[in-house]
């Protein structure tokens, strides 16, 4: 018996096993083979490799649920990779940069040229962000039939992205989600939609979701947003009771502290945890997704908590938690080793607030399709 590598002595996390403990784990061609707790069988002499993970987590391989991955065809576009495995990420889902028209030279330039498991939202859009990010303002530019034959010819698209925020849409109203809706519902995807400056206002576009559609921005500081006052708008509340879902979407200008602090005093919080990464803001204020995730343990979430929006959460929303966002027997091995640092870290959200914590997330190691990668 022999196997590609052993990684031992780590912290192993797994929400979805609800495993949080001290693990060895053996990985051969490219999918875990074995799985127990540390020094239990001795395994490690039947390894080609040993990684020693004393004092580090180990995670299923995290998942970005939104991001934007589309450089040179799209003007925000920043490389798969670089905020992928080279951050501890092995899966990157790329929200809306291309749409029918643009997704054939989005899987040649992407999608085929990454380590990073790259998949996407599909924007309702023709272009996508290919041509500006007023997609939404000429309606002409919808084509459903387009977007059906897209989703037929390439499985990694897991729903529809739509941006339903003033400046995408100019005067087309709610238009865009209505046609993006009747779509989901004929080809069983879910949607994501972006929420930011109305108009429409927020309660319009809530009430056209259905259970596993995601909102993403959820928390942003914006006029209009979840936040009624101090009450969260009743149609926000009755939207999670469906089963919509709230994303982070941190970006440049859609997370604020201070709207999360108050929806989780009256229990509200994200399902997923993402980035809305791209090249305008990973010089700050987003920098990975391990920084964005150390913000929510510097605002009262756990651990475990964190780590089950970066992996559980999103695999389960990209309907792909038989593959990714858990570590089991036979499961691809998609890993992540990160270390957790004490100290004092500031933090700062997308309204320039800051604020501290005492712990920082960093990624050391990722593991994808039978690579150890070390992280920059």
């Given amino acids: 018996m022999a196997f590609d590598f052993f990684i031992k002595n780590g912290i192993f996390i797994d929400p979805i096993s609800k495993v949080h403990g001290k693990y060895d784990i053996a990985v051969d061609s490219g999918r875990v083979f074995s799985i127990h707790p540390s020094k239990e069988f001795g395994l490690e002499k039947y390894a080609k490799n040993s990684i020693d993970a004393s004092g580090y987590l180990v995670t299923p391989g995290l998942i970005d649920l ?26 990157l889902v790329d929200a809306g940069s291309a749409g029918a028209a643009t997704f054939p030279k989005f899987i040649t330039n992407v999608v085929e040229k990454n380590i990073t498991q790259v998949l996407a939202w599909i924007n309702i859009a023709s272009a996508g962000l290919c041509s500006g990010r007023a997609e939404l303002s000429d309606l002409t530019q919808i084509d459903t039939q387009s977007v059906i034959e897209m989703i037929s010819q390439f499985p990694i698209i897991r729903g529809i992205k739509v941006r339903m925020s003033s400046s995408v849409l100019g005067a087309s109203g709610l238009r865009p989600l209505e046609i993006a809706k009747d779509l989901s519902r004929k080809v069983g995807l879910p949607l994501m939609v972006h929420v930011g400056n109305g108009p429409p206002e927020l309660g319009y576009i809530l009430d056209l979701l259905d259970e596993g559609d995601v909102v993403t921005h959820a928390f942003h500081g914006k006029k209009g947003g979840i936040l009624d006052g101090d009450e969260i708008l009743p149609q926000a509340h009755q939207a999670l009771k469906r089963g919509v879902l709230f994303d982070i979407g941190h970006g440049t200008a859609s997370f604020s502290m201070q709207t999360l602090q108050k929806a ?7 399902c997923s945890i993402s980035t809305d990464i791209y090249l305008e803001n990973y010089s700050g204020p987003v920098y990975s997704l391990t920084t964005t995730l150390s913000k929510f343990l510097a605002l009262g979430f756990s651990l475990d908590e964190v780590i089950a929006a970066a992996t559980m959460a999103p695999a389960a929303i990209l309907r792909m ?56």
Wanted: hydrophobic content about 35%; overall charge negative; charged content about 25%.
């Fill in 66 to 91: 939104h991001t934007h991955v589309f450089p040179n065809d799209t003007e925000i576009g920043i490389d798969a990779d670089l905020v992928g495995v080279q951050q501890g990420v092995t899966t």
């Fill in 264 to 270: 989780k005093k009256v229990g509200i919080k994200p």
């Fill in 321 to 376: 938690d038989h593959e990714i966002g858990t570590l089991q027997v036979g499961r691809i091995a998609d890993i992540s080793v990160l270390t957790i640092e004490d100290g004092v870290f500031e933090f700062t959200d997308s309204e320039n607030e800051v604020f501290k914590g005492h712990q920082l997330l960093r990624a050391k190691f990722t593991i994808k399709s039978g690579r150890v990668l070390k992280c920059r």
